[in-house]
Each structure stands twice: as C-alpha cells, then as structure tokens.
C-alpha cells in the first residue's frame, strides 16, 4: 500500500523558516494535484497551497507571499517553502496526492509550532 511520508516539522521561532517535504513510498498513476492542508487545534482542516501537474498553484491568502509550494513530479515528492512564520501558523500540516485513477492520499501529518 502506497504511503505518504512527511518530514521537515518542527519548532521554529516567529519569523523563522521551515521547508516540509512529502514523498510517496511507491508508484502513484496519474498524480494530478499535490498540496498540503493544515490543522490547527480546535479548527477545521484547511487547504494551505496546491499545484497541479501542469504547475499552477494556489494557496490560501493567509500564507501568499511567505510559502511556495514545489513539487519533483519524477520524484513523485511536494515541498513547501514556508518563510516568515507566524504563531498563527502552528498546526499539523498534511500532505495529499490526488489521482485521477485511485482518489486522494494523505500523510500521517507533521507538527509545526511557531513561538512568539
């Protein structure tokens, strides 16, 4: 079974930078859109940043400006960027691969928390 394995959480002080990664223990077919989702304490999950296959993204305004989200489509792997952190960004972060033959995947999530 295909899993999602997350890295790059952590504690980081208010305006510090973070980079998560994302990767695939196995072959996904027909990959159309990566991203990472958020969630924080009490909160509903949220979308942060997408990207398609074809490259366009799109992330939430919150983040715009401070995360970029990248993907290795030969690697089958997503990253997100995330500069100038805030406290309200502190969160489990999820990554998802979305296939047009098998549906959504999701990563076991990672923890970030930023300090004031």
């Known amino acids: 079974q295909v899993q999602l394995v997350e890295s790059g959480g952590g504690l980081v002080q208010a305006g510090g930078s973070l980079r998560l990664s994302c990767a695939a223990s196995?072959?996904?077919?027909?990959?159309?859109?990566m991203g990472w989702y958020r969630q924080a304490p009490g909160k509903q999950r949220e979308m942060v940043a997408v990207?398609?296959?074809?490259?366009?993204?799109n992330s939430v305004d919150a983040v715009k400006g401070r995360f970029t989200i990248s993907r290795d489509n030969g690697k089958n792997t997503v990253y997100l960027q995330m500069n100038s952190l805030r406290p309200e960004d502190t969160a489990v972060y999820y990554c998802?691969?979305?296939?047009?033959?098998?549906?959504?995947?999701w990563g076991q999530g990672t923890q970030v928390t930023v300090s004031s």
């Open positions: 990207i398609t296959s074809g490259g366009s993204t």
């Open positions: 196995g072959s996904i077919v027909s990959i159309k859109r």
């Open positions: 998802n691969f979305w296939s047009a033959i098998r549906g959504d995947y």
